[in-house]
């Protein structure tokens, strides 16, 4: 388990949801306006690893910089980053908790105080597939750490799921569900204390 979660953060709308049948290519500057003002939101989520197990949880985001995956049971897991740093949590491992850099993971691009994806060279791909905006980015400044392939819709502008491509070649999918933005989180809910100290009970 602990690597199946490793994957989707190094490498994290419901499966059915329909998808608006008008959509139109957005923009970058569009992209980062809608990541930029999305500031809280809480909502369900299905990951797709990459040896084609699903899994499935409730997806915190406080940005900048704080995100938490709660994993639905069997699934013992717990993901929480906070203070520039990614905590994974097993409860079913006999190992302690790992912790890595969150600029390790291509979701700091996401949890940046400030995203600017007309950086020079941050977007690798900027494509329309009909109904949604593909946008494929990496941080120029840690390449080997993967990339991030996220999908929006327009309409209004909407993140549906994004993809992990890590540097080994797995690719881990996380799609998003109904999700409510502008929501107010407890602070515990990304305080990786609580969370250490609740492993064990």
């Known amino acids: 388990m602990k690597n199946l979660i490793l994957v989707a953060l190094i490498v994290g709308l419901n499966v059915a949801s329909t998808l608006p049948a008008a959509a139109e290519k957005l923009s970058l500057n569009a992209i ?9 939101a809480q909502g369900a ?11 499935t949880g ?58 600017n994806l007309d950086r020079a060279r941050m977007v690798m791909g900027h494509d329309y597939d009909g ?22 819709t327009d309409a209004p502008v909407q993140l549906r799921q994004w993809i992990i491509n890590d540097a080994n070649g797995g690719q881990t999918t996380v799609i998003l569900g109904a999700f409510e933005t502008g929501v107010s989180l407890d602070s515990s809910l990304f305080d990786r204390s609580v969370a250490l100290r609740n492993r064990d009970r």
């Open 58 to 115: 409730t997806l915190y985001i406080s940005r900048p910089g704080k995100m938490r995956f709660e994993y639905d049971p069997p699934e013992q897991a717990l993901v929480v980053a906070s203070a520039n740093a990614v905590v994974i949590i097993d409860k079913k491992s006999n190992q302690p908790p790992e912790t890595y850099p969150l600029n390790r993971t291509p979701l700091s691009l996401i949890l940046a105080r400030q995203v």
């Open 32 to 40: 980062s306006t809608y990541l930029n003002g999305l500031k809280t």
């Open 131 to 152: 109904t949604a905006t593909i946008v494929t980015a990496q941080d120029p400044d840690n390449a080997e750490y993967g990339t991030i392939q996220m999908s929006f």
């Open 45 to 55: 989520f299905t990951q797709i690893n990459d040896d084609g197990t699903i899994s």
